[in-house]
């Protein structure tokens, strides 16, 4: 009799909270957070929150569900949401982010997916609900995400699974049925991970390959899994910006390719610098006209020599999982000093992969660059890329063919920190070379110029002043007196010297694809304001913001503070308001901004043999325009208004940037020194963005078939209004037609 209660009360349990937790994505990895319950069954509600397991660098998604304890909602409801997500440690990053769900009458459950910075790693957060302006009875509760699964792994490479779960196949009866990708061979070639040494079991079941690719994997790549239905894919490319890679069968491309939102959501995190591989592609074209998958050389296909180097085959193949220290810091299991103690003996990779060669495992095949390089087809697209793979299952697919599509292009490409050029949390030293000069600071010649003036009047001058007229006790009130007057005229002349405007200067670089219609700006901006500004800094939604910062923001030690922040980001359907210390009085702050935008080009181009015209088609006066054509002849025009050509110059000079009034962004001088105390981490990073690694090169030697041009700051892209700009520039990049 116990028996049978207790049977029935766990499958009443398993029912509801399948019921209530639904998404239709819960097979796509993602993780539950927690309820908030509210109310009475007759008249109150709940929300259900969920997240994909994988975090990283970039905006994490939560997912959120209001659905009623009785049939559907009896009227309009509109609730303003709070989530303050923390750390294991207190930062200096820490943000409450607000957002406003409405949700209809008569409805039986809303969903919304809302996208917050992924600044630092969370274990905890806290939701907080208002309604009409007033808190809700009940409405705050504290969760708890401290498990590896739902936090970052420290990966160098994140990749999605874009793949039709049995929600996806149910809506969709053209939906694929193929088998999960199997992701043994990338975990071992993208996060420099352990070879498979199960060589026994080549063929794995849909579920085993789903669960495989969804937990936590022994190295520095890790998986999420993506439903393919459209209803439930992101509306933004700030779901995918997470990612390094998108891995998607033909046919699912095709099926999502049929509904806009998503598939531009899709294309927006390519233009971003995000990698598509498409997999079960012969005969495949990409959907619109405007992208063509260029053959892939033979040249590029690595031999068994260049495989086994790799692949690394005299070293000890790790197999240990990974670890989160108690400071915040992920490592592999072999580095801890009591694993070590207990002797245990690695494998070598070099048998595991003799052993895969006996045994003829998939992964261990080699064949001859040409046909390899037949089953390949790939191009650009915006900052980011598209391969496609003729092989109808290529996986686990062999070491050969996943090095070839890792290194079709820049190493850094799948390395998110690498590629952004920023690691919020450790800091980055390039943030010295972007301050605006001479604000925020004492204003120190003046004040020992008033000081000096001071002495020589209180002094002398005061003296036979006042003993003159027989009033030499009045220097004992005329001396403060003078003091103060002084000091506040000294602190209002530095408010007055550094103006009443918020002032910024921006680098911003624009790189236009034409032949696939995008544009994307990659914007390193520094903020000061005098006063600080209750409005923030507003940017459309679909821009990414990222602070840069002279020092890392992780306190080691320091227990995570669960009270208000002083930053933050209210989210709306038109743009994002970064509030409170994102733009802080009398302080600099700098940020990086990233934003794809589908969108006809701005600078044209017409040509023939002896000749070469540019095109403004933008808003604003080009300064200077410089294009090498196919022989690498350099052209430069200066001055071309907006709306109208210009016929180029052919210029004497070989090198750009003596025609073109652009720095290159480098560390040309020393940093501060920072010292490091043991409790705090300092700034370690000097990246760049792939970008701007780019423009550094094009103003040593432009490529053949390229151009550069100068023009005026996107106004939209500052975030400020009434702003004042100086030291600034603003670069387009691209290829000729």
């Not at 390899?372 to 299952?393: E, W």
């Not at 780019?694 to 106004?715: E, K």
Request: aromatic share 10%; net charge negative.
């Amino acid at each position: 009799m116990i028996r049978s209660i207790c049977f029935v009360w766990i499958l009443l349990t398993t029912i509801i909270a399948g019921t209530s937790l639904s998404f239709g994505q819960d097979d796509a990895g993602l993780a539950h957070v927690g309820t908030l319950s509210i109310g009475t069954r007759a008249s109150g509600f709940a929300l259900s929150i969920t997240t994909p397991k994988l975090a990283a660098n970039g905006y994490q998604p939560l997912h959120l569900r209001f659905y009623p304890k009785a049939k559907a909602f009896a009227a309009d409801r509109t609730f303003d949401v709070v989530f303050s997500p923390r750390g294991n440690d207190s930062t200096q990053l820490d943000i409450d982010f607000h957002v406003r769900c409405t949700v209809p009458q008569n409805s039986t459950g809303e969903r919304f997916v809302v996208y917050v910075p992924y600044y630092v790693p969370w274990s905890q957060f806290t939701v907080e609900l208002s309604e009409a302006g007033q808190r809700i009875e009940n409405g705050r509760k504290m969760y708890s995400v401290d498990s590896l699964e739902t936090r970052y792994a420290e990966q160098h490479t994140s990749v999605g699974i874009l793949h039709p779960s049995g929600n996806a196949r149910n809506a969709n009866k053209g939906a694929s049925a193929t088998r999960y990708p199997d992701v043994r061979s990338l975990v071992t070639l993208l996060g420099e991970g352990p070879l498979d040494e199960s060589t026994d079991q080549a063929n794995l079941s849909d579920k085993e390959l789903r669960e495989l690719a969804t937990k936590v994997q022994s190295a520095w790549v890790q998986f999420r899994a993506i439903d393919s239905d459209p209803q439930s894919m992101y509306q933004s490319w700030l779901g995918y910006s997470q990612l390094d890679a998108i891995i998607v069968q033909a046919a699912t491309l095709e099926d999502v390719a049929r509904h806009a939102e998503p598939f531009n959501a899709l294309t927006d995190w390519i233009a971003a610098g995000g990698s598509l591989w498409i997999y079960d592609a012969k005969g495949f074209e990409f959907p619109g006209d405007s992208v063509t998958l260029n053959p892939v050389a033979a040249g590029r296909v690595p031999d068994l020599v260049a495989v086994r180097r790799t692949l690394d085959l005299n070293a000890a193949n790790d197999t240990t999982p990974l670890e989160m220290e108690h400071w915040g810091e992920v490592t592999k299991q072999s580095q801890n000093w009591e694993w070590q103690q207990l002797d245990v003996e690695l494998t070598q990779r070099k048998e595991v992969f003799d052993a895969m060669e006996q045994k003829k495992h998939p992964a261990a095949a080699i064949q001859t660059p040409a046909e390899l390089s037949a089953l390949l087809r790939t191009t650009r697209f915006g900052l980011g890329t598209i391969t496609a793979i003729d092989v109808p299952y290529p996986f686990p697919g062999s070491f050969q063919l996943w090095q070839t599509v890792r290194d079709l292009y820049d190493p850094k490409q799948l390395v998110w920190t690498q590629r952004n050029g920023i690691d919020v949390r450790r800091g980055d030293d390039h943030y010295w070379k972007w301050l605006i000069e001479a604000v925020g600071g004492p204003p120190v010649k003046l004040f020992f110029a008033l000081n000096t003036l001071f002495v020589i009047v209180i002094g002398p001058v005061g003296y036979l002043f006042f003993r003159r007229h027989a009033r030499l006790h009045l220097l004992l009130f005329f001396a403060p007196a003078l003091a103060s007057l002084l000091t506040l005229g000294l602190f209002a002349y530095a408010l007055m010297a550094d103006g009443l405007q918020t002032r910024i200067r921006a680098r911003q670089l624009t790189w236009q694809d034409a032949e696939a219609g995008y544009r994307v700006s990659q914007n390193r901006q520094t903020y000061f304001s005098s006063f600080g500004r209750a409005d923030g800094i507003q940017l459309p939604e679909q821009t990414a913001l990222f602070p840069i910062r002279n020092a890392a923001v992780q306190s080691r030690y320091r227990p995570p503070n669960n009270q208000r922040s002083r930053r933050w980001i209210y989210a709306s359907e038109s743009n994002y308001r970064y509030t409170g210390q994102f733009l802080p009085a009398r302080t600099q702050v700098q940020y990086m901004t990233l934003q794809p935008q589908a969108t006809p080009t701005m600078i044209g181009f017409d040509r023939s043999d002896d000749s070469l015209t540019v095109r403004n088609d933008s808003p604003h006066p080009l300064s200077c325009v410089i294009a090498a054509d196919t022989k690498g002849q350099l052209w430069v025009s200066r001055d071309v208004p907006a709306g109208e050509s210009a016929a180029m110059n052919r210029s004497q000079t070989a090198s750009p940037n003596t025609l073109i009034d652009v720095a290159p962004l480098l560390i040309d001088s020393p940093v501060p020194v920072l010292n490091n105390d043991g409790y705090t981490n300092h700034s370690t990073n000097a990246e760049l963005t792939l970008l701007e690694r780019q423009l550094n090169q094009w103003l040593g030697s432009l490529p053949n078939d390229h151009f550069m041009a100068t023009t005026q700051l996107q106004s939209d892209a500052l975030g400020v209004s009434d702003a004042r700009t100086e030291g600034s520039v603003h670069v387009i990049m691209g290829e000729l037609p």
